[in-house]
């Protein structure tokens, strides 16, 4: 089935840099979404990348899919303390979102 | 307007005890979805509502577990004799259209504790 894996499982960075998270995911995909979880709750949307899409910006995020290598990636510039929670992507076929286990961000102020 | 609501926040309960959960969606939003999450995992789909009806049951672990919704509003999800390892943070969330291919909005979750 899709899933999507995110890489780093755990990323601890101090505020003001960049943090790059990954995913990857086995099967073909309409599109794949990315998460942020505060505090074990519930999950808000950040941003949906098409498959036909390479590169999406939203704000401080920039979001990459490589459909060749079933890869994608979250970028957060310039971090902020407040930008510290899970970050889940969740790839979207003919079937209900697959989510991975997460990268655990912690920025240090 | 108002986001998507769960009750209770938290529920405590002891092994053999049924438990309902419940979900009410945002107002207007046709699809409806239930998940599952353990400590330190990610998100276990367990179903997905069409309006009330559920085209996709496949993620329920065992015939404990059922789930309504009643026309495009409130959902149940109801464990039967609850284990131990039902234990986890229950997530609904909804959206707009009957596809997957929208953004979905997530309750704040009912943490179930199982002693």
């Known amino acids: 089935s899709q899933q999507g894996e995110e890489d780093p499982q755990a990323l601890s960075i101090q505020e003001g840099e960049n943090a790059t998270m990954n995913c990857s995911y086995k099967t073909s995909i309409n599109n794949l979404q990315w998460y942020r979880q505060n505090s074990g709750r519930g999950l808000v949307h950040l941003i949906l990348?098409?498959?036909?899409?390479r590169e999406k910006h939203s704000g401080r995020l920039r979001v990459t899919l490589d459909t060749s290598k079933k890869s994608s990636s979250l970028l957060i510039t310039a971090s902020r303390a407040a930008d510290t929670a899970s970050y889940f992507c969740?790839?979207?076929?003919?079937?209900?979102?697959?989510f991975g286990k997460g990268t655990r961000l912690s920025v240090i102020a | 307007g108002a986001g998507v609501s769960q009750s209770p926040s938290n529920k405590v309960t002891e092994k053999g005890k049924d438990v309902e959960l419940r979900c009410d969606p945002i107002s207007g939003h046709t699809a409806l979805y239930w998940y599952r999450q353990r400590l330190g995992q990610g998100l276990e789909f367990l179903i997905y509502?069409?309006?009330?009806?559920?085209?996709?049951k496949s993620g329920l672990p065992s015939d404990r577990f059922s789930a309504e919704r009643t026309g495009e509003s409130v959902s149940t999800l109801t464990i039967q004799r609850t284990q131990q390892e039902d234990s986890a943070v229950y997530l609904c969330?909804?959206?707009?259209?009957?596809?997957?291919?929208?953004?979905?909005?997530f309750g704040p979750g009912t943490r179930l504790t199982v002693l």
């Open positions: 990348i098409r498959s036909n899409e």
């Open positions: 969330a909804s959206s707009l259209a009957g596809t997957y291919t929208n953004e979905q909005f």
């Open positions: 509502f069409q309006g009330n009806s559920a085209p996709d």
């Open positions: 969740a790839t979207e076929g003919n079937t209900p979102l697959v």
